[in-house]
């Protein structure tokens, strides 16, 4: 049985209603195979962490940071919330080691997966907030977040967004991204270009700008909001 205990403890939070720590556990193929665990998986709390994460992420940002344009903390936010991002925190906390999964996903390494680690740590917030309170949570999640905060406020607006797809791509697909001009259109003082990325035959995302350098660069960051939020293992 999984350690509850154990767990708040790593988390710095105490439960009151274990049970719906418990429920953010729950993988779907366990309960597909026990189907009296627990009355759904962690789905559901999973879509509602998510939105309590961009929420608390918006609002960190917009506090601390008052110079930031819309669209510089948008890209932050997408940043510090992703797929990706997320998982590397669970892992660091070692959230899958508390997963309820099925055999078969247990089999095929789901307490590694991207997908299954990032779920899950997205359910815990839920969980935090449905069991204790607004504030609790932002200081969870900012805890959670500190050290990712930090590291692309010091990155600021020069978020390097073609080398993180690439480091994406070369580990998904074992492929390095392709950039295809689509389109050039306008005159010379005044051009737009239209630019898609590839990973072999996966179209990535696609990105438009007034050179193609910042086509590019945009087709890249589609891209890696396409992958964090869609991709699944």
Do not use: W
Request: charged content about 30%; cysteine-free; overall charge negative.
């Amino acid at each position: 049985m999984v350690d509850l205990v154990a767990l708040q403890e790593t988390l710095e939070v105490s439960f009151n209603d274990l049970s719906l720590l418990k429920q953010a556990l729950v993988h779907s193929s366990y309960l597909n195979e026990n189907p009296g665990f627990a009355p759904v998986s962690n789905e559901r709390l999973e879509f509602l962490g998510d939105a309590i994460l961009g929420f608390v992420v918006a609002e960190k940002l917009y506090q601390d940071f008052p110079d930031f344009a819309e669209g510089e903390m948008t890209k932050l936010r997408s940043v510090l919330v992703r797929r990706d991002t997320l998982a590397r925190i669970a892992l660091a906390i070692r959230l899958g080691d508390y997963l309820y999964l099925g055999r078969g996903e247990e089999a095929s390494g789901g307490r590694d997966k991207l997908a299954n680690l990032a779920g899950a740590l997205e359910a815990v917030v839920a969980a935090v907030f449905l069991d204790r309170s607004l504030a609790i949570t932002r200081e969870f999640v900012l805890k959670l977040l500190e050290e990712e905060l930090q590291k692309v406020v010091k990155q600021g607006t020069v978020i390097d967004y073609k080398s993180q797809l690439q480091e994406l791509s070369q580990s998904r697909y074992r492929s390095t991204p392709d950039y295809r001009l689509l389109e050039e259109v306008g005159p010379d003082h005044d051009k737009k270009f239209t630019v898609e990325v590839r990973a072999g035959d996966i179209v990535l995302g696609r990105g438009s700008g007034k050179s193609k350098k910042m086509a590019e660069t945009e087709a890249a960051r589609s891209a890696l909001e396409q992958l964090s939020t869609h991709f699944t293992q």
